[in-house]
């Protein structure tokens, strides 16, 4: 039903309970927002959105109140400025003053917003914040002091991440963001995912940076330093640069490396391609053999595997035994590239350029290291890897590209697909394939586990297995699937699992302001890599097939176990 309505003395057509905020924007007129996040249940809480309702001659929040009939709105009067101006003077009196020190300085909407409203004078003063800054996670550093209590990021972490591990606590001029009792991240079911970094609108979340410890090693003339980046890493650099996401700068990243002081340069889309050569192996033998449960679930995302052991430990053996792309690189550097290289793994110093805070906490447990040799030393992010490059002065935008280094740099576009939700499961569907059959698949797209759906369905026939899968997009979206699994649903055997909604592609670590836009360009990038080159599977990886023919033997033996497979455990959560 269409209303009519007047927006700033202007007349407009509304829909009937469209809020006001929705179609002030489908008309040009941008308002400001804290609280707000699109597609979730309007909070109003923030009041930022404040416009002035002529009717009433009330002052109204937009992101939550429904469009009226013949109503007449204001959206920048004279009393909405002013409102909106002392909400940001309000919200100042107790911030920290230290914007040139925050690790979102120039990319802080307190600070965007203190801007476009020229607050440029302190007339309110109160007492500062004096928290402790807790620096207890492996991944994420929170400073309470810099929260303006939006509620974003509890809200990203109970609805789409389905954890809880924050929430505000105390009361009154003393409530705060973080886990219960007041507790360190350590003690919390946070699984790192950084998606609560993603929507914070200030400094008060970040990721636990590795700059100085990467730098410092590079600076090390006795190490060889040696970094991977991952499938997504190409397709969203660009953006740290100012330049468009749907833009590969692969030969580009190479070179900016290079450039940055690093040994070796590896693309992690090598060990996606091992990665399906021993998922696909394991998956072949659990169905084959009924020597595990059935389905399998995917490990390659580090936040999904923490949740499993926290939340569905009776389900650990249905998660594949497989590390992750990352993990895998990191233990093939450190074992097999030393030797062919002739360097002492312990002087080696591996770095993974990744879009994913997860990673970091990954690459620290404990399983992750052999005979005191840790397969990872050091995770930058995506906006870490723009700082070090801006750090050191490299021109990003003017490059000659560079090929990444041998015998590790071949990839098959089907290791490129890791980057996006539903890449991996279609990776591995190809491989499955033919290792089941002999054959190639006709047609390698599978389009049925592709898009943003919340859990995507599938039946694939492979001679006389119907293989039944399962794509969640977004750990919120596991426990109703998991639930249908431990009830007795016997018609799915293999299941990808991705914490970040889209995948890596909009993982924690990715740059900070990304619309959807940008994350459906990220993926189109992917996918036309995938559609554009000849090598498209995993199992031709030349490269690959000599890494099993010189070193491991062959997929899921014992020196691939020992080196790419690993296991996990229930972990008690305190709080």
């Given at each position: 039903?269409?209303?009519?309505?007047?927006?700033?003395?202007?007349?407009v057509?509304?829909?009937?309970?469209?809020?006001?905020l929705?179609?002030l924007?489908r008309?040009?007129i941008?308002?400001?927002?804290?609280?707000?996040?699109?597609?979730?249940?309007?909070?109003?809480?923030?009041?930022?959105?404040?416009?002035?309702?002529?009717?009433?001659?009330?002052?109204?929040?937009s992101?939550?109140?429904?469009?009226?009939d013949?109503m007449?709105?204001?959206?920048?009067?004279?009393?909405?400025?002013?409102?909106?101006?002392?909400?940001?003077?309000?919200?100042?009196?107790?911030?920290p003053?230290?914007c040139?020190?925050?690790?979102?300085?120039k990319?802080c909407e307190?600070?965007?917003?203190?801007?476009?409203l020229d607050v440029?004078h302190?007339?309110?003063?109160?007492?500062?914040?004096?928290?402790?800054?807790?620096?207890?996670?492996?991944?994420?550093?929170?400073?309470?002091?810099?929260?303006?209590?939006?509620?974003?990021?509890?809200?990203v972490?109970?609805?789409?991440?389905?954890?809880s591990?924050?929430?505000?606590?105390?009361?009154?001029?003393?409530?705060?963001?973080?886990p219960?009792?007041?507790?360190?991240?350590?003690?919390?079911?946070?699984v790192?995912?950084g998606?609560?970094?993603?929507?914070?609108p200030?400094?008060?979340?970040?990721?636990?940076?590795?700059?100085?410890?990467?730098?410092?090693?590079?600076?090390?003339?006795?190490?060889?330093?040696?970094?991977?980046?991952a499938?997504?890493?190409?397709?969203s650099?660009?953006?740290?640069?100012?330049?468009?996401?749907?833009?590969?700068?692969?030969?580009i990243?190479?070179?900016?490396?290079?450039?940055?002081?690093?040994?070796r340069v590896?693309d992690?889309?090598?060990?996606?391609?091992?990665?399906?050569?021993e998922?696909?192996?394991?998956?072949?033998?659990?169905?084959?053999?009924?020597?595990?449960?059935?389905?399998?679930?995917?490990?390659?995302?580090?936040?999904?595997?923490?949740?499993?052991?926290?939340f569905?430990?009776?389900?650990?053996s249905?998660?594949s035994?497989?590390?992750?792309?990352?993990?895998?690189?990191?233990?093939?550097?450190?074992?097999?590239?030393?030797?062919?290289?002739?360097?002492?793994?312990?002087?080696?110093?591996?770095?993974?350029?990744?879009p994913?805070?997860?990673?970091?906490?990954?690459?620290?447990?404990?399983?992750m290291?052999?005979?005191?040799?840790?397969?990872?030393?050091?995770?930058l992010?995506?906006?870490?890897?723009?700082?070090?490059?801006?750090?050191?002065?490299?021109?990003?935008?003017?490059l000659?590209?560079e090929?990444?280094?041998?015998?590790?740099?071949?990839?098959?576009s089907?290791?490129k697909?890791?980057?996006?939700?539903?890449?991996?499961?279609?990776a591995?569907?190809?491989?499955?394939?033919?290792?089941?059959?002999?054959?190639?698949l006709?047609?390698?797209?599978?389009?049925e586990?592709?898009g943003l759906?919340g859990?995507k369905?599938?039946?694939?026939?492979?001679?006389?297995l119907?293989?039944?899968?399962?794509v969640?997009?977004?750990?919120?979206?596991a426990?109703?699937?998991?639930?249908?699994?431990?009830?007795?649903?016997k018609?799915?055997?293999?299941?990808?699992?991705?914490?970040?909604?889209?995948?890596?592609?909009?993982g924690?670590?990715?740059?900070?302001?990304?619309?959807?836009?940008?994350?459906?360009?990220?993926?189109?990038?992917?996918?036309?890599?995938?559609?554009?080159e000849?090598?498209?599977?995993?199992?031709?990886?030349?490269?690959?097939l000599?890494?099993?023919?010189?070193f491991?033997?062959?997929?899921?033996?014992?020196?691939?176990?020992?080196?790419?497979?690993?296991?996990?455990?229930?972990?008690?959560?305190?709080?």
């Open positions: 039903m269409k209303l009519n309505i007047k927006i700033n003395t202007k007349p057509q509304a829909e009937k309970g469209e809020m006001i929705d179609v924007e008309n040009g941008k308002i400001p927002t804290l609280c707000y996040m699109k597609d979730k249940f309007p909070a109003g809480a923030c009041r930022m959105c404040l416009v002035e309702h002529v009717n009433s001659g009330r002052l109204i929040t992101c939550s109140y429904p469009v009226e013949g007449e709105l204001l959206s920048h009067s004279p009393r909405v400025i002013n409102a909106r101006k002392t909400i940001v003077e309000l919200l100042l009196s107790n911030h003053d230290d040139l020190y925050c690790v979102r300085n990319n307190l600070q965007n917003l203190s801007d476009e440029r302190r007339r309110i003063t109160g007492v500062k914040n004096n928290h402790s800054i807790d620096y207890s996670g492996q991944s994420i550093v929170c400073d309470p002091d810099k929260c303006i209590l939006c509620g974003r990021c509890v809200r972490c109970e609805e789409t991440i389905g954890v591990a924050i929430d505000f606590i105390l009361r009154g001029s003393k409530t705060i963001v973080a219960a009792f007041n507790k360190g991240l350590n003690t919390s079911s946070c790192n995912c998606q609560c970094l993603m929507v914070c200030t400094g008060a979340i970040a990721e636990k940076s590795h700059l100085s410890i990467v730098i410092e090693a590079l600076q090390n003339p006795e190490l060889t330093v040696v970094a991977q980046y499938p997504a890493i190409t397709v650099i660009a953006e740290e640069f100012g330049l468009e996401p749907e833009k590969d700068m692969n030969g990243l190479n070179a900016a490396l290079r450039k940055v002081g690093f040994n590896f992690t889309s090598f060990t996606a391609d091992l990665t399906i050569m998922e696909a192996t394991e998956l072949i033998e659990r169905i084959t053999k009924n020597s595990d449960p059935i389905p399998m679930f995917t490990s390659c995302c580090p936040a999904w595997v923490k949740y499993v052991e926290e569905w430990p009776e389900m650990l249905n998660v035994t497989c590390k992750s792309p990352q993990q895998m690189m990191g233990s093939i550097i450190k074992h097999y590239y030393s030797k062919i290289e002739n360097i002492k793994p312990e002087k080696i110093f591996s770095v993974s350029l990744m994913c805070t997860a990673k970091k906490f990954e690459a620290q447990r404990e399983e290291t052999q005979e005191g040799i840790s397969d990872v030393d050091a995770v992010t995506t906006r870490e890897l723009g700082k070090l490059i801006r750090l050191y002065g490299i021109d990003f935008k003017n000659e590209p090929d990444t280094d041998s015998p590790l740099g071949t990839r098959s089907a290791g697909i890791f980057g996006a939700t539903g890449g991996v499961m279609e591995a569907l190809r491989t499955a394939y033919s290792m089941i059959t002999g054959n190639e006709e047609k390698l797209e599978f389009e586990v592709r759906s859990v369905h599938s039946k694939i026939k492979i001679d006389s119907e293989l039944g899968v399962a969640v997009n977004g750990l919120g979206n426990a109703s699937l998991l639930k249908e699994i431990s009830e007795g649903r018609d799915i055997h293999f299941v990808e699992v991705m914490s970040c909604p889209g995948g890596c592609i909009a924690g670590g990715q740059h900070i302001g990304a619309d959807k836009n940008s994350i459906y360009a990220r993926i189109k990038a992917l996918y036309e890599i995938d559609k554009n000849a090598l498209r599977v995993s199992h031709k990886n030349p490269q690959i000599e890494l099993y023919q010189k491991l033997g062959k997929p899921n033996g014992h020196l691939s176990h020992k080196l790419l497979h690993t296991c996990y455990k229930k972990r008690i959560v305190l709080l």
